[in-house]
């Protein structure tokens, strides 16, 4: 996906150990897309029976128990975009944890999904969709996630909190994680600022994917987000993406 190499040596989400496990997942929607059909309870873990959320919390506690016991002393970061609809059951969990908002334009976010879905859903899925139903179920997604973040974080510590935006973190990337390194108290950046910058050198060549939407698709995303793209202050990216007629 978008250029970007992955080995069994490289971070994932840990959604798909989840998933592995047996826990409630957004994910069973790859073997299963008919269950698009209805988001919330595709996304929205409260809405699962207590069984369903009690085994997802325990999947989840006994997924960082291995992964402490192999990386003792380490903390352990989650990056599985599903967890944003999870704060609430996470703080509960682990109240001291930390979070990281990232922040990025809605319109690449919609064209990204989109191909995401596409092409996970044509390798592994186990029944016919249809691009209609992707569309629907990206849109519905990203205000249900909305809503869940806002919910999740209100009246948290702001010292566990930090926001970052996308094109930022693509700018600047070294002044940026020293941003969060400070505001999460995660210790201190020099001492790994040597690694992060050979990683940066590593991937210095990468070209980001340049994607497309119809203009119906755009109209789409304007009417089921607009209000949000203007409150958020994004326009059109044209530098990332192209209206095709």
């Known amino acids: ?102 922040e990025r334009n809605p319109y690449e976010v919609f064209a990204s999904n989109l191909k995401l879905w596409n092409v996970l859903l044509g390798l592994y899925s186990l029944e016919d969709f249809s691009p209609d139903e992707i569309e629907d179920f990206v849109l519905a997604a990203y205000l249900l996630h909305e809503h869940a973040l806002a919910e999740g974080v209100s009246g948290i510590d702001e010292q566990l909190l930090t926001r970052v935006l996308f094109e930022d973190l693509v700018a600047d990337p070294v002044a940026q994680i020293t941003r969060i390194y400070r505001e999460l108290g995660l210790g201190e950046f020099e001492r790994i600022r040597p690694e992060i910058e050979r990683h940066l050198a590593k991937v210095a060549g990468h070209t980001r994917n340049h994607l497309s939407l119809s203009l119906c698709q755009k109209a789409r995303v304007e009417e089921k987000w607009g209000t949000l793209i203007d409150r958020k202050g994004y326009d059109w990216p044209s530098e990332r993406l192209s209206v095709a007629s």
């Open 1 to 102: 996906m978008d250029n970007m190499l992955y080995s069994w040596a490289s971070p994932q989400e840990d959604e798909f150990a989840l998933l592995a496990l047996g826990a409630p997942s957004p994910y069973e929607v790859l073997l299963l897309p008919s269950l698009m059909r209805d988001p919330v309870s595709v996304l929205d873990l409260g809405t699962r029976s207590v069984d369903d959320q009690n085994f997802w919390c325990s999947s989840l506690q006994y997924f960082l128990q291995l992964l402490t016991v192999q990386q003792a002393k380490k903390t352990i970061v989650l990056k599985s975009p599903s967890h944003g609809f999870r704060i609430s059951q996470l703080r509960t969990l682990f109240p001291r944890a930390r979070f990281i908002i990232i």
